[in-house]
């Protein structure tokens, strides 16, 4: 029967049984060795009674997987007291997850050419051997006390968000991601090819989130897979980890509180927007969580483990860093530190520390590896950017923000802010929440990526009344009006349809006239013109530019007889690296916008070729080289008739083509 609390002599120290003398190790490989004797004789009685292959198989392997648990528990690491169901379920646990690093090691060795080698097999047995050694001493059968089993060190979160992340990482592995990511992963392929960021690509925004993705391309060159899958695991990993993290700071009460807080961490991290999977405020929600909740520890006075603080900052610090914007809420939440602590204040911590060293080396490595972000994109920024700002109202259409004003009356109802005064995650959740929301007002743009952080802080704001330190989960429970609103979000989330790409059916049937791997251009304000459709049907993206996102500005600054000398000097720089591109390139098909369904910020009677038509070579370049085909509403659409000019311009960029898989 499974039943009782599990207790345990010293490890390594066997009260009773066959070679106490053995260390625990080796025992270990004697039992390893005879659970495989006897799983291989119980898969060949059951052959020889008639089993399949696969029902013998599966018959040998729980035979050995039990033999193993008996044998482990009683000899290798002299368990006593009866077999509780949590330590099956942690055994079973620890099984999967070195066999999944078998496993992983295996593929890897098949990706990098060592497919029908024994070697491979060999190390994966050998890594399935030393994790599942090390999980079962240090997870398994650890010494465990009836106070800790009964309390915070149960492993119920683990036993939930562990598996959870396993079938995700199944279940979307081919997410759609959004223009945006795939533009990321573009970039990280470029520059692993010895392009160089911001001198050969026009990108307005901080190079850490492209230098994240190239280990993503990297590990997806050497398994074969596509960036966006290794790209959406890593997503998911993250929230595994912030999960994690959650669960071992270690100040919540109660097994299945620490599990709410761990499965919330992960839930809302992964899905408060499915549609915009994989932004920098996706990132930045997940990472954020966890370092909320250890300044909530230091309000309360704990010191939590100077390792769990700096490994917290050390993710934190990697999602504050992805916008300037975003170090509001480090800097809030310091302050909220000092107010409260006052002469206990010590600003010399782990996680102070940690962050103090990520930015100081961020700022270095933009200075040495990337000046021309400093010298090119932020004067260009400066002068340009502001042609994506929309109206005030525009920022609160969406259901999002009235999910913010339900959230908000949710907590006044139940005298939130009362609560606040004893519960530290609280506070240090809404400080989030408030940092979150000023940097959605700052950046003046309404795009709903832009919301996501402050709308999971908001969600986990109102979690955390089922876990915060004094709070138990039938304290969230027995609120209907929280519950409904976290229920609301969340469907509200899942039900969003991932991302879609209306337009890729419009262009399509253009960039389809061209052969695969051709260059094509697309001159447009708008990125979800082409992203992710070119490179989805493998053309190679011809323009240095994502999209021209300097046309609005243009549009507005001639509208309102407003162009700078800057301005002005700026939109004769574009024209001539457009035109470059296309001497560079001679790109087979050439898409000119006429108008943009969605922005509001680009005049309805800016002509974009008209623009780029002032400079007679581009004139003659497109009326020499291209046959208009369409003059459409929204595009017009020419390709080329005739061949490739050999005589290029001497500042051709280098271009690396689609991948085979993507």
Known sequence: MLEGPTASTPQGRPAHGLGPSLPPIVRFAITGAANSVVGFAVLLLALRFGFSDIAANLTGFAAGLTVGFVANRQWTFAVEGRVSLAEVMRYLLGFALAWCLNLGVVLIGIRAGYAG???????????????FYFISRSFVFAPRTAAKTAGASDHLGELIVVPAVALLMLIMRGLPLTHDVMWQLWIARQMLGGVQLYSQINEINPPLWFWMAMPVHQLAGLLHLAPATILVWSICLLALASALLVGRIGTIEGPRERAWAMTATLVIGLFTSLYDFGQREQILLIVAIPYALLIAARLRGERPSPWLAATIATLAGLGFALKHYFVLAPLGLEGLLLWHLRGAYRPLRPETLVLAVLGSAYAAA??????????????????????FETPVWMWFDEPIQA????????????????????????????????????????????????????????????ASLGFAKGQRLPDLTSRPLICLCIALYLSFSFLERPYANEREEFVSRYIDRVPAGAP??????????????????????????????????????????????????????????TLTDMLCTAPALVLIENHEPNFMTRPIDFDTLAFFGQDKPFRDYLADNYRLIDNGFWLRAYVRTTPENSGKPDNCRKIIPPSPVN
């Open 520 to 577: 094509v251009m697309i001159i447009a304000s708008n990125p979800m013109w082409g992203w992710p459709t070119v490179d989805k049907h493998h053309r190679t993206w011809a323009s240095r530019y994502g999209a021209h996102w300097m046309l609005p500005a243009f549009g507005r600054a001639r509208a309102d007889h407003s162009e700078s000398p800057a301005m002005l000097a700026l939109e004769q720089s574009v024209r001539a690296d």
């Open 403 to 462: 999910f913010w004003l339900l959230d908000l009356i949710a907590l006044y109802a139940i005298s939130a802010h009362r609560l606040g005064r004893e519960r530290p995650e609280f506070k240090t959740l809404a400080v989030c929440a408030l940092a979150f929301f000023a940097a959605y007002l700052l950046q003046r743009k309404g795009w709903q990526y832009h919301a996501i952080p402050t709308s999971g802080m908001l969600l986990m704001l109102l």
């Open 117 to 131: 080698s024994p070697f491979i097999h060999l190390a994966g047995i050998a890594t399935y051997s030393v994790a």
């Open 366 to 387: 933009v200075l040495i590896l990337a000046p021309a972000f400093l010298s090119v994109m932020v004067p260009m920024v400066q002068t340009a950017y502001f042609g």
